[in-house]
């Protein structure tokens, strides 16, 4: 069974469709990457998804249950999607460790102790373990989205998004992110990125879709979509220098 399946997913702001008919899979276990430029409905497809945002019209089944349905329990919803952002959202007066506690105590109610225990395991998933008792302050970039990485993991989601997961980071660190999604995707976990870092999703050579006008313009692996493309739209996306940067996909 596919873990979401999106259809003819309409999203306005004031009117006018941010997007347009978006239909999308994501199977069990699939990592899949969603590039467009800057403005082009990323962030919001995300935010229809976890019902952060009501869509104006379409469906959406997730793990066939359909949560566009008024009557969704939109919190159990949220608590099974883990959600990476690009300024990582650390409490900066936590340790690393206390950041990946906090949700499993207040939303989970586990005690202290087993808490600590979950949350050691993920950071040493993302081989964060040596630095838990550091603040967000203590730590590079890549450091802290591997500690945000964890945070996320550490509720045991169907599925992980990650929004721009290395558009604040410098091509260095953003490479650590890149090897933590590649370690996480040998591991089966289910994975959707937006992104318009040409470098995140070249490096990560799964399935990518091509946003664009509020409709997939492209689907297929990202070396096709990175060749010479017969849609001059497309082709220009893609040809811009790789290396990501908040220059690449405007
Ligand atoms: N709350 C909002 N109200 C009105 N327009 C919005 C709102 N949020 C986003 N938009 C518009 O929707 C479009 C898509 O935004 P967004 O999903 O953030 O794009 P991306 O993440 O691809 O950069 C942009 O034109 C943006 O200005
Ligand atoms: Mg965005």
Redesign the pocket.
Known sequence: MALLTVRKLVME??G?A?LDGIDLDLEEGELKVVM??????????L?CLNRLLTPTSGQIIFRGEDVTRPDTDVRALRQRIGFVFQNFALYRHLTALENVTLGLRKLRGMAAAEAAERALHELRRMDMAEHQRKYPAQLSGGQKQRVAIARALAMDPAVLFF??PTSALDPLMAREVVNVIGQLRRDKVSMLC?T?DLFLARSLGCRVLF?DQGQVQAEGEAEQLFGDHADPRIRAFFSQAVGGGEAAGR
Request: a neutral charge; proline letters at 5%.
């Open positions: 702001y004031d006018r941010v467009g430029p800057s403005g082009c409905g990323k962030s919001t497809l935010r929004d721009e937006v318009h946003l």
